[in-house]
């Protein structure tokens, strides 16, 4: 009797593929993650440039234009790097917290909070003006990851003494900062009743490549600074530690199952707060490094976003302290170019819909998918 | 400064909050954290006001809303039910592909000009209650008065009758409610719909009712993530969710209106004589947000409630656990 029935359904005329979706049981191959990021960078670019001949844009030259204007001179992409710079150190910030799985969305905050630690040492003053570059450079360096370790202590004890939800006063922490630093612009440091602070004195400024045109003529216009130094030490320290010392691996137990790592005797509540403020510290190193190799003054909009962009970076990075370097530098070519596209909201769609389609491409790192024939099955 | 009025806003002012709130509070109970909230919202803002410029009909503005934001919050369902990511995640980056996509799309909406609104009335009898009349019932945007028929109705909804229960059981044991015969999949992709509508509607009553306009990321201000927030507050209940939603609405118009009067509480008003404490003003909503959190949790820890058991899990039909 059921023989019969399943010889008829055979016979019935059917699509001899289908596509079958099981659970990956092996670890996918070492290229894998690497694969599907691609895949997943190359499907938003699709995407986006659905969108924008949706809005009336010609996606073709928007992207050549993107190229252009980011990589296609050392002038522009040491501008490029400008950029990087920020999103690098914010990319780490966000890698070490979320390898905790805690997430940090504060980093913008963070990153403001940093900006006006840095400022406070020129602008108080707390140095002479007569004090070495050196002795600047430190104190400013020290005073921004302390006050971005401040910004990123706050919501780590609420979360370690009262369980509040560190994603939700991360980001009021954010709106917090931001009126916090106008506050000072607006009201303490401003010049002559402008929106920003007098420019700092030459001796507060990162050194730049521009600087050392004098002995080396093509580094002229050059405006990489020393933060980039900062960005790439940040990130071997945080792989060090991440890697090679007890207290990562305090960290990556606690992400992977932090019941594991209750039963190990390792304080959870404990690691909340110092991740938070190591967190936090290199988030306002970020600001600190932008306001004096950059900016070179107290303003408001110091940032495009560099806090929510940092969060895509470490995503896209899967974590990794020097696969962070390598794609904040492409997503500080999309924010190097965003400025001049328009409309202007292209850039933060785009990351958008990276981040999207990064996560829904993960869903192929836990299942494997294949297209079986029919009759394989039977 | 009239108490009266900033009372009277503020109530205006916390029906966006409701809205949302309440929507979350959906998608929770289902076990899905959606914390798109903010970019639904905006898309929502931005697709009520480009909708009501184009027709020149409110209503359908409003209609064009809840759609767009439903169907934006079926990309985090899809990403975090049948693709099993995470929520965090997932719901990040669709708020942020929603703050994208409608700053792309409303370019130039700011500066449209001005459309048809939606209409503001006072309810009689109910409008003569002394003070109560005034602050609720006088004047208000019909938004305001949807409101509050809105929120007993969802109270009822979730606790009183059989879908309500089979939306909370799907929230706290899947795979129970998943015996019972009840759809976990299609019950969560369902909620996670209704909180996108529900944050469209909250983005199409601040665009065409309580502040109109479109201001791109100023539109929301991050009322998205105060929302977010109000829901830990209310503990997934609605009624404790109307009740944070107007303290907080009554709030941020306190601060806009503080710094109006010479005098305050018979004192030289220190917000009057130096505008710049304004900015210290600006932090309160965002720092209550966080003294509320932390009064939530306390209270939560006391009374051994927590959220929804398998919220931010996904379900997995034949997997061990919940």
Redo the contacts between chains.
Sequence with gaps: MSETTSSQTSQRKRFPYKIQIEPRLKEAPKWYPFALSLGAILLSLLIVAG?ISL?GGNPWKTYQHIAKASFGSLGVFSDTMVKAIPLMLIGLACSLAFRMRL?N?GAEGQFYLGAFGASAVVLTPLLPETAPKWVYILYMAIAGMALGAIWGFIPGF?KAK????E???T???N??AV??N??FI??IWTEGGFQMSKMFPKVAWLPRLTDFASKFKPLAGLTTHLGLVFAVLAAVVIWLILYRSRWGYEIRLIGDNPRAAEYAGISIKRNVVWVMMLSGALAGLAGMSEITGVVHRLQGAISPGYG?TG??VA?LAKLNPFAVILVAILFGALILAGREI????????????I??S???S??FM?YKISIVRRAEEE | MDLLIVLQAGVASGTVLLFATIGEIFSERSGVLNLGVEGMMLIGAMAAFSTALKTGNPWLGVLVAMLAGGLVSQIHAFISITLQADQVVSGLSVSFLGTGLSLVLGEGLSKAGTVSLLPNFSIPLLSQIPLIGKIFFTNQSIMVYIGYLFFPLCWYFITRTRPGMHLRAVGEFPSAADALGINVYRTRYGYVFVGGMLAGLAGATISLAISPGWFSELTTAGQGWIAVGLVIFAQWDPLRAATGSYIFGALRRLVLDIQGPTMLLGARNPFYYNPYYGFFLQMIPYAFTIIVLILGSREAMRKRIGAPAALGLPYIRGQRGL
């Design positions: 969108v809005v997430w969305i609420l009262f369980n509040v939800n994603i939700i006063s980001l009021m922490m709106y917090i009126a916090w106008n506050y607006y009201a929510f969060i895509i995503w328009q409309p202007s909201g292209i850039p933060k769609m785009v990351q958008g819909i981040l999207v990064l996560i829904a993960d869903f836990r």
